[in-house]
């Protein structure tokens, strides 16, 4: 079956960089799209179709996807982006999700 | 503003048949643009797709759950529902339903989550 792979944690000062790496075999063939989740809540969709924002997502959220990997970067880290970060894909008519990666802002 | 709101009993036995109601309020499950979906997450662990359903009564389901597994729709109460029989332990988890768009194929809204734990 498909498996997407993501790193455990990331880690990141506020207002620095964040980027987060989501890989699978030829991912860039498929679009990619990604999902915020904080403790005790559902997931939020925060970029789908590779780098397209939902309204209401900040512009610091930005997607992009290339042969074996998808990246969510965030620009400018603030404390409430703290959060597990899960990427998604379909393959063979089924959606699949990454393994997950938390983002510390500190 | 489309809200999901999931329902059902919080504990089932094992070997039973785990059942779950997901209602949807301020939006029509008839909506051609959208497909309606479950989605569930262990504890600590990542998510799983369980499958989706479309107004009509076509589904499409996760092949590594298709024989445990039935969804399906009720227009008339805005409901679509989830069952999964012959249920162990390791089904425990938070159950999600979630909207999925016809046209980009993304989850771009989800329920609060049920969480179903299995136990004798």
């Known amino acids: 079956s498909y498996e997407l792979t993501q790193p455990p944690s990331v880690s990141v000062s506020p207002g620095q960089t964040a980027s987060i790496t989501c890989s699978g075999d030829n991912l860039g063939d498929k679009y990619a799209c990604w999902y915020q989740q904080k403790p005790g809540q559902s997931p939020v969709l925060v970029i789908y179709q590779d780098d397209k924002r939902p309204s209401g997502i900040p512009e610091r959220f930005s997607g992009s996807n290339s042969g074996n990997t998808a990246t969510l970067t965030i620009s400018g880290a603030q404390t409430m982006d703290e959060a597990d970060y899960f990427c998604q894909a379909w393959d063979s008519s089924t959606a699949v999700f990454g393994t997950g990666t938390k983002v510390t802002v500190l | 503003q489309v809200q999901l709101q999931e329902s059902g009993p919080g504990l089932v036995k094992p070997s039973e048949t785990l059942s779950l109601t997901c209602s949807v309020s301020?939006?029509?499950?008839?909506?051609?643009?959208?497909?309606w979906s479950w989605i569930r997450q262990p504890p600590g662990k990542k998510l799983e797709y369980f499958g989706y359903i479309y107004y009509s009564g076509t589904t499409n389901y996760n092949p590594s759950l298709r024989s445990r597994v039935t969804i399906s729709i009720d227009t008339s109460t805005n409901q679509f529902s989830l069952k999964l029989y012959s249920v162990t332990a390791a089904d425990t988890a938070i159950y999600f339903c979630?909207?999925?768009?016809?046209?980009?194929?993304?989850?771009?809204?989800w329920g609060q989550g049920a969480l179903v734990t299995v136990s004798s």
């Open positions: 301020g939006g029509s499950v008839s909506s051609p643009t959208y497909y």
């Open positions: 979630a909207r999925t768009t016809a046209s980009g194929y993304y989850f771009d809204l």
